[in-house]
Protein backbone atom coordinates (compact mmCIF):
# COMPACT_ATOMS: atom_id res chain seq x y z
CA UNK A 1 0.00 0.00 0.00
CA UNK A 2 0.64 3.52 -0.18
CA UNK A 3 0.94 5.94 2.61
CA UNK A 4 2.25 9.33 3.21
CA UNK A 5 2.68 11.70 6.52
CA UNK A 6 3.08 14.84 6.72
CA UNK A 7 2.03 17.62 9.40
CA UNK A 8 -1.58 18.95 8.81
CA UNK A 9 -0.42 22.67 10.07
CA UNK A 10 2.50 24.67 11.06
CA UNK A 11 3.07 28.17 11.64
CA UNK A 12 6.37 29.49 11.96
CA UNK A 13 7.93 33.24 12.10
CA UNK A 14 8.29 35.97 8.60
CA UNK A 15 12.02 35.43 9.08
CA UNK A 16 12.80 31.88 10.76
CA UNK A 17 13.69 29.12 9.62
CA UNK A 18 10.85 26.33 9.13
CA UNK A 19 11.27 21.84 8.52
CA UNK A 20 8.07 20.13 7.51
CA UNK A 21 9.01 16.38 7.51
CA UNK A 22 7.16 13.75 5.35
CA UNK A 23 6.78 10.07 6.17
CA UNK A 24 6.03 7.58 3.59
CA UNK A 25 5.87 3.88 3.16
CA UNK A 26 5.32 2.52 -0.40
CA UNK A 27 5.61 -0.37 -2.50
CA UNK A 28 7.68 0.92 -4.73
CA UNK A 29 9.91 4.31 -4.92
CA UNK A 30 11.71 6.36 -7.88
CA UNK A 31 11.89 9.71 -6.32
CA UNK A 32 10.09 12.27 -3.63
CA UNK A 33 8.54 15.77 -5.14
CA UNK A 34 7.88 18.58 -2.91
CA UNK A 35 5.22 20.99 -4.02
CA UNK A 36 3.72 24.41 -2.70
CA UNK A 37 0.27 25.32 -3.33
CA UNK A 38 -1.07 28.80 -2.71
CA UNK A 39 -4.97 29.35 -1.98
CA UNK A 40 -7.35 28.80 -5.26
CA UNK A 41 -3.52 27.87 -7.74
CA UNK A 42 -2.17 25.24 -8.94
CA UNK A 43 0.76 23.28 -7.42
CA UNK A 44 3.99 24.58 -8.34
CA UNK A 45 6.80 21.78 -8.31
CA UNK A 46 9.84 22.87 -5.81
CA UNK A 47 12.31 19.95 -5.24
CA UNK A 48 13.47 16.54 -6.18
CA UNK A 49 15.20 14.20 -4.46
CA UNK A 50 15.83 10.39 -5.75
CA UNK A 51 19.25 9.85 -3.87
CA UNK A 52 19.90 10.17 -0.20
CA UNK A 53 20.91 13.56 0.92
CA UNK A 54 20.19 17.59 0.97
CA UNK A 55 19.11 19.28 -2.57
CA UNK A 56 19.80 23.08 -1.96
CA UNK A 57 17.58 25.52 -4.04
CA UNK A 58 17.92 28.93 -2.89
CA UNK A 59 16.16 29.71 0.44
CA UNK A 60 14.13 25.94 -0.15
CA UNK A 61 16.01 22.41 0.60
CA UNK A 62 15.06 19.30 0.52
CA UNK A 63 16.24 16.17 1.88
CA UNK A 64 15.76 12.08 1.60
CA UNK A 65 16.35 9.39 3.48
CA UNK A 66 15.29 6.14 1.93
CA UNK A 67 16.18 3.99 4.55
CA UNK A 68 14.01 5.41 6.86
CA UNK A 69 11.41 6.64 4.19
CA UNK A 70 11.89 9.84 5.25
CA UNK A 71 11.94 13.74 3.97
CA UNK A 72 12.28 17.07 5.26
CA UNK A 73 11.81 20.12 3.24
CA UNK A 74 13.71 22.98 5.09
CA UNK A 75 12.67 26.96 3.92
CA UNK A 76 15.01 29.46 4.94
CA UNK A 77 14.68 33.48 5.64
CA UNK A 78 10.94 32.81 5.83
CA UNK A 79 8.77 35.41 3.65
CA UNK A 80 4.99 36.15 4.32
CA UNK A 81 4.24 35.00 0.07
CA UNK A 82 5.63 31.50 1.61
CA UNK A 83 2.71 30.88 3.03
CA UNK A 84 1.00 28.14 1.53
CA UNK A 85 0.10 24.20 1.46
CA UNK A 86 3.33 21.81 1.09
CA UNK A 87 2.36 18.98 -0.48
CA UNK A 88 5.18 15.83 -0.18
CA UNK A 89 4.91 12.92 -3.11
CA UNK A 90 6.17 9.90 -3.73
CA UNK A 91 6.64 8.55 -7.59
CA UNK A 92 6.30 4.56 -7.81
CA UNK A 93 8.74 2.48 -9.15
CA UNK A 94 7.26 2.66 -12.72
CA UNK A 95 7.94 6.32 -12.99
CA UNK A 96 4.20 6.69 -13.72
CA UNK A 97 2.27 7.63 -10.42
CA UNK A 98 2.92 10.44 -7.80
CA UNK A 99 1.35 9.51 -4.76
CA UNK A 100 0.50 13.04 -2.49
CA UNK A 101 0.39 13.72 1.32
CA UNK A 102 -2.56 15.54 2.78
CA UNK A 103 -0.09 18.58 2.83
CA UNK A 104 1.15 20.90 5.59
CA UNK A 105 -0.64 23.98 5.83
CA UNK A 106 2.09 26.63 6.95
CA UNK A 107 1.40 30.04 8.17
CA UNK A 108 3.72 32.96 8.42
CA UNK A 109 3.23 35.59 10.84
CA UNK A 110 4.57 38.86 11.04
CA UNK B 1 0.61 31.05 -18.04
CA UNK B 2 1.55 27.42 -16.41
CA UNK B 3 1.63 26.09 -19.68
CA UNK B 4 -2.08 23.45 -18.44
CA UNK B 5 -5.13 25.44 -18.97
CA UNK B 6 -8.17 24.21 -17.61
CA UNK B 7 -11.90 25.20 -18.04
CA UNK B 8 -13.98 26.39 -16.64
CA UNK B 9 -12.44 27.24 -13.72
CA UNK B 10 -16.03 27.56 -11.81
CA UNK B 11 -18.34 25.31 -12.28
CA UNK B 12 -21.97 24.71 -10.30
CA UNK B 13 -24.08 21.70 -11.32
CA UNK B 14 -27.20 19.73 -10.18
CA UNK B 15 -27.28 16.03 -9.90
CA UNK B 16 -29.01 15.39 -13.18
CA UNK B 17 -26.78 18.15 -15.16
CA UNK B 18 -23.93 16.42 -17.76
CA UNK B 19 -21.23 18.58 -18.20
CA UNK B 20 -17.58 18.50 -19.03
CA UNK B 21 -14.01 19.74 -17.99
CA UNK B 22 -11.51 20.49 -20.47
CA UNK B 23 -7.59 20.47 -19.93
CA UNK B 24 -5.01 21.40 -22.33
CA UNK B 25 -0.99 21.61 -22.34
CA UNK B 26 1.37 23.46 -24.78
CA UNK B 27 4.37 22.07 -23.16
CA UNK B 28 5.20 18.79 -25.18
CA UNK B 29 4.13 16.33 -22.73
CA UNK B 30 2.87 12.91 -23.40
CA UNK B 31 1.31 11.55 -20.67
CA UNK B 32 -1.96 13.81 -18.49
CA UNK B 33 -3.11 12.88 -15.42
CA UNK B 34 -7.08 13.66 -13.70
CA UNK B 35 -6.67 14.37 -9.80
CA UNK B 36 -9.29 15.17 -7.45
CA UNK B 37 -8.93 17.12 -4.36
CA UNK B 38 -11.20 17.18 -1.62
CA UNK B 39 -10.27 19.70 1.85
CA UNK B 40 -7.98 18.44 4.17
CA UNK B 41 -7.37 15.20 2.03
CA UNK B 42 -4.52 14.07 -0.45
CA UNK B 43 -4.54 14.40 -4.19
CA UNK B 44 -6.54 11.96 -5.46
CA UNK B 45 -5.21 10.41 -8.77
CA UNK B 46 -7.92 9.39 -11.20
CA UNK B 47 -7.21 8.65 -14.41
CA UNK B 48 -3.70 8.71 -16.45
CA UNK B 49 -3.16 9.35 -20.23
CA UNK B 50 0.30 7.95 -21.90
CA UNK B 51 0.36 8.91 -25.47
CA UNK B 52 -3.49 9.51 -25.92
CA UNK B 53 -3.74 5.34 -24.20
CA UNK B 54 -5.41 5.46 -20.69
CA UNK B 55 -3.07 3.40 -18.55
CA UNK B 56 -4.68 3.91 -15.22
CA UNK B 57 -8.15 3.90 -13.80
CA UNK B 58 -7.94 4.04 -9.81
CA UNK B 59 -11.20 2.74 -9.64
CA UNK B 60 -13.41 5.88 -10.36
CA UNK B 61 -17.13 5.95 -10.87
CA UNK B 62 -18.50 5.65 -13.48
CA UNK B 63 -20.32 8.90 -13.30
CA UNK B 64 -16.83 10.25 -14.34
CA UNK B 65 -15.68 9.60 -18.07
CA UNK B 66 -12.36 10.66 -19.44
CA UNK B 67 -11.35 11.34 -22.75
CA UNK B 68 -8.10 12.32 -24.64
CA UNK B 69 -8.21 12.96 -28.23
CA UNK B 70 -4.88 13.74 -28.59
CA UNK B 71 -1.70 14.50 -26.10
CA UNK B 72 -2.18 17.79 -25.63
CA UNK B 73 -6.20 17.44 -24.33
CA UNK B 74 -8.27 15.78 -21.83
CA UNK B 75 -11.63 16.11 -20.90
CA UNK B 76 -13.41 14.43 -17.81
CA UNK B 77 -17.10 14.21 -18.83
CA UNK B 78 -19.55 14.56 -15.52
CA UNK B 79 -23.02 13.12 -15.60
CA UNK B 80 -25.34 12.43 -12.41
CA UNK B 81 -23.04 13.36 -9.90
CA UNK B 82 -23.62 13.41 -6.30
CA UNK B 83 -22.25 16.28 -3.37
CA UNK B 84 -19.58 14.73 -2.61
CA UNK B 85 -18.18 14.83 -5.86
CA UNK B 86 -18.32 18.83 -5.01
CA UNK B 87 -14.09 18.90 -5.41
CA UNK B 88 -11.22 20.61 -7.36
CA UNK B 89 -10.19 18.70 -10.17
CA UNK B 90 -6.96 19.13 -11.64
CA UNK B 91 -5.05 18.23 -14.71
CA UNK B 92 -1.37 17.51 -15.22
CA UNK B 93 1.04 16.45 -17.39
CA UNK B 94 4.43 15.78 -17.67
CA UNK B 95 6.75 13.11 -20.20
CA UNK B 96 8.72 13.95 -23.27
CA UNK B 97 12.11 12.56 -21.33
CA UNK B 98 12.89 16.60 -20.42
CA UNK B 99 13.43 17.14 -16.59
CA UNK B 100 12.92 15.24 -13.72
CA UNK B 101 9.53 14.23 -14.40
CA UNK B 102 7.48 16.16 -12.78
CA UNK B 103 3.70 17.21 -13.19
CA UNK B 104 2.87 20.36 -14.68
CA UNK B 105 -0.45 21.16 -13.06
CA UNK B 106 -3.23 23.27 -14.34
CA UNK B 107 -5.07 26.11 -12.23
CA UNK B 108 -7.90 23.40 -11.57
CA UNK B 109 -11.66 23.08 -11.94
CA UNK B 110 -13.96 24.06 -8.71
CA UNK B 111 -16.65 21.85 -9.13
CA UNK B 112 -19.85 22.25 -6.87
CA UNK B 113 -22.71 19.91 -6.90
CA UNK B 114 -25.73 21.12 -6.31
Known amino acids: GQNIDQPTEMTATEGAIVQINCTYQTSGFNGLFWYQQHAGEAPTFLSY????GLEEKGRFSSFLSRSKGYSYLLLKELQMKDSASYLCAVRDQYGNKLVFGAGTILRVKS | ETGVTQTPRHLVMGMTNKKSLKCEQH?????MYWYKQSAKKPLELMFVYNFKEQTENNSVPSRFSPECPNSSHLFLHLHTLQPEDSALYLCASNGGGRGTGELFFGEGSRLTVL
Open chain 2, 27 to 31: LGHNA
Open chain 1, 49 to 52: NVLD
